[in-house]
């Protein structure tokens, strides 16, 4: 028996959502099956994972020439199962039975995801569908992190996925000293941690924290982020750090126009805070008391969350418990018994 999952997109470094999931997919597989059977692709050669058997490749998942020469490297090696942790698996059907996972199909519905000229924009998803349309169509199973991400996956492809959400806790010591270096006390700041690609909608959070004088500092975590008024950006951070500043905020503040499913929402749970976040289907699904939504277009609406965030504290209950590991390793076990 041969059992492979791809880690090529895994980061060490940054240590990505989709790191923690490949980490977590790792961590699954090895502990169902014997290690000898166990194989991980990556591109590292300095990758190694237990007594796992590493497959070095220097075939990129996301550009078009190697996905197909990607295809005949994993033909050759006669595999029992292959799991692809993102939309880029395998070009072809094949005798291997083929499980990929999708976490968002957000660059066919953002607009302008790739780029404000549409020309460029348009071949870029033209580009992308192929690889994705490919990958899923050779799929035996799709596994879905959301439903919204199911939703997405079925109108674009008319399949069905199967639904397993992600756990995204912080599994280390919280680092207080950052709290220190940038002069923060406890529960007296709000939280934004990731990306500031247009989808974020970080021009809503601008707006509020910079015109509202009465609201508490904003902390921004990550890259590309503004300093301003009201607005202090400690750029990227150590996983140390993060769970220090999660359990040190009013809130967190999620304010996208688009998430697949909203891995930072359970981060914040697990760390005991808030979260004040856009009404949209990844986090509508989020059905907890501990969750503030507002109109992602509306300022005045995000206005009053914070001030409503202000006055909450977080409510204990057994909500995370369809995202423990031992409630996702039971849908990969049906997951696998399907397949």
């Given amino acids: 028996m041969k059992i492979?999952?791809?880690?090529?997109?895994?980061?060490?470094?940054?240590?990505?959502?989709i790191s923690r999931y490949i980490e977590f997919l790792l961590e699954y597989y090895s502990g169902k099956y014997p290690m000898q059977d166990i194989y991980i692709i990556s591109n590292d050669r300095r990758f190694h994972y237990n007594e796992c058997n590493v497959i070095y490749t220097g075939l990129k998942p996301y550009n078009i020439l190697h996905f197909f020469l990607f295809y005949f490297k994993i033909a050759k090696l006669k595999l029992t199962l292959y799991h692809a942790p993102f939309y880029s698996g395998l070009a072809f059907r094949s005798k291997t039975k083929v499980v990929v996972t999708v976490h968002d199909l957000m660059y066919r519905i953002v607009p302008n995801f790739f780029s404000k000229n549409l020309i460029v924009n348009k071949l870029k998803i033209a580009y992308f569908d192929c690889i994705v349309?490919?990958?899923?169509?050779?799929?035996?199973?799709?596994?879905?992190?959301?439903?919204?991400t199911s939703n997405d996956v079925?109108?674009?492809?008319?399949?069905?996925?199967?639904?397993?959400?992600?756990?995204?806790?912080?599994?280390?010591?919280?680092?207080?000293?950052?709290l220190k270096k940038f002069n923060l006390t406890k529960k007296n700041f709000f939280l934004y941690c990731g990306n500031s690609r247009p989808h974020k909608n970080l021009n809503i959070l601008y707006k509020v924290f910079e015109t509202k004088k009465d609201l508490p500092l904003l902390v921004m975590a990550g890259k590309g982020h503004r300093a301003g008024i009201n607005l202090l950006n400690v750029g990227t951070v150590s996983d140390h750090?993060?769970?220090?500043?999660?359990?040190?905020?009013?809130?967190?503040?999620?304010?996208?126009?688009?998430?697949?499913?909203?891995?930072?929402?359970?981060?914040?749970?697990?760390?005991?805070?808030?979260?004040v976040a856009s009404k949209i289907p990844a986090f509508l699904e989020f059905k907890s008391d501990n969750i503030i939504f507002f109109d992602p277009d509306n300022i005045e609406e995000l206005y009053i969350a914070l001030k409503d965030a202000q006055g909450r504290k977080f409510i204990d209950n057994d909500?995370?418990?369809k995202f423990n590991n031992?409630?996702?390793i039971a849908k990969y076990d049906e997951l696998l018994a399907k397949v």
Wanted: hydrophobic share 40%.
């Fill in 4 to 17: 492979v999952i791809d880690a090529r997109l895994l980061d060490k470094i940054n240590n990505t959502g």
């Fill in 326 to 328: 031992k409630n996702l």
């Fill in 154 to 178: 079925f109108n674009f492809l008319k399949r069905n996925s199967f639904t397993i959400p992600e756990n995204s806790e912080i599994n280390v010591t919280s680092d207080d000293r950052i």
């Fill in 241 to 275: 750090e993060l769970k220090s500043l999660y359990e040190s905020a009013i809130a967190f503040v999620f304010p996208s126009f688009y998430e697949g499913f909203g891995l930072p929402v359970l981060e914040s749970f697990y760390s005991r805070t808030i979260v």
């Fill in 133 to 148: 349309r490919l990958s899923l169509q050779s799929a035996d199973e799709i596994v879905s992190v959301s439903q919204t």
């Fill in 319 to 321: 909500f995370m418990d």
